[in-house]
């Protein structure tokens, strides 16, 4: 029996079409994928510009070819913060894409070495997702991460955002209590040799229970696994955590989340259209000569 559930953090533009036909097939009917870095740096405005395009365009057409659901956040990442110039030119085009349909935050943003320029450009993003009103999606550091995510926290307090319109990510034991205690969303990344492993994750929901408390995968270009949510499920409900929170720490508190940017709803994949695979996207498919699947 396969668990619905959604990844609320994933990068797809990352992963192959064997992944999306693998994650629909595990249960999953939907996916949010943040604004991202490459592996190396971009050098000019242009190719955050195509970046973008393509996350709200090509990429969400590819999902719904494979019965997924497709949404994404905007934003400039912490790693590409560091270059003051370029920043704020991406600054200035991310209002043209934080309109577009399917985006439900500003993200993912926040810090990596905790530099004065990424905190300069998370400011901005903070005041941007203010502006539009929609939620953030904060990118916690690797490094010195208990501090990094406090700081993350009170600045965004500081900007006068709610607690609960802010999704704290890649959460581990040391965070956790810090970020459900102030109020903050609490998400935890399946990304066992850097963030959090399954059997940690179930852990931490036997430990703290499911309020505001989620978990997705972050599957990029690296070794991840785009499977992680629908596995981690099956391991929380093997190992005797009830389904309700199950539900919620897999599908439902995501989408509490990201629900207030009118731009997600579980109705979304409940009326999916019958998936037709000779549908082109500006004269392209996902087809590379197999029969196309038609509904």
């Avoid at 797809?12 to 693998?22: E, N």
């Avoid at 870095?37 to 719904?64: I, K």
């Avoid at 003051?84 to 894409?97: G, K, M, R, T, Y």
């Avoid at 999916?272 to 590379?288: A, M, Y």
Wanted: proline share 5%; with cysteine; charged share 20%.
């Amino acid at each position: 029996m396969t668990f619905t559930c959604i990844d609320p953090h994933i990068h797809m533009s990352s992963r192959t079409t064997d992944d999306y036909q693998a994650m629909r097939a595990a249960g999953v009917v939907a996916v949010i994928e943040p604004a991202f870095w490459l592996g190396q740096p971009r050098t000019c405005v242009g190719s955050f510009r195509d970046y973008f395009a393509s996350l709200v365009g090509w990429e969400r057409f590819r999902a719904s070819q494979f019965g997924i659901r497709h949404y994404c956040t905007i934003g400039l990442n912490s790693k590409e913060a560091n270059d003051p110039v370029l920043a704020d030119e991406v600054l200035s085009i991310l209002p043209l894409f934080a309109a577009k349909d399917g985006v439900v935050a500003i993200g993912e943003i926040g810090f990596d070495d905790q530099t004065k320029e990424e905190e300069r450009a998370y400011r901005a993003q903070l005041e941007l997702a203010k502006r539009l009103e929609l939620p953030v999606m904060v990118h916690t550091p690797h490094r010195d991460k208990a501090a990094g995510t406090r700081r993350s926290m009170a600045i965004a307090l500081e900007h006068g955002l709610r607690p609960d319109q802010v999704v704290i990510d890649h959460n581990t034991e040391e965070t956790v209590q810090d970020v459900v205690d102030q109020g903050f969303w609490a998400a935890f990344t399946l990304y066992p040799q850097t963030k959090m492993g399954s059997q940690r994750m179930v852990e931490v929901v036997r430990r703290y229970g499911s309020k505001q408390i989620f978990c997705d995968s972050s599957a990029d270009w690296g070794v991840s696994d785009p499977l992680a949510v629908p596995k981690t499920a099956a391991l929380m409900l093997a190992q005797g955590i009830d389904p309700a929170t199950v539900e919620a720490v897999c599908l439902t508190n995501a989408l509490a989340a990201y629900g207030p940017s009118g731009q997600i709803s579980a109705a979304d994949w409940a009326a999916t259209s019958p998936i037709d695979q000779r549908r082109l996207f500006e004269g392209n498919s996902v087809l590379r000569g197999q029969t196309p699947r038609v509904d």
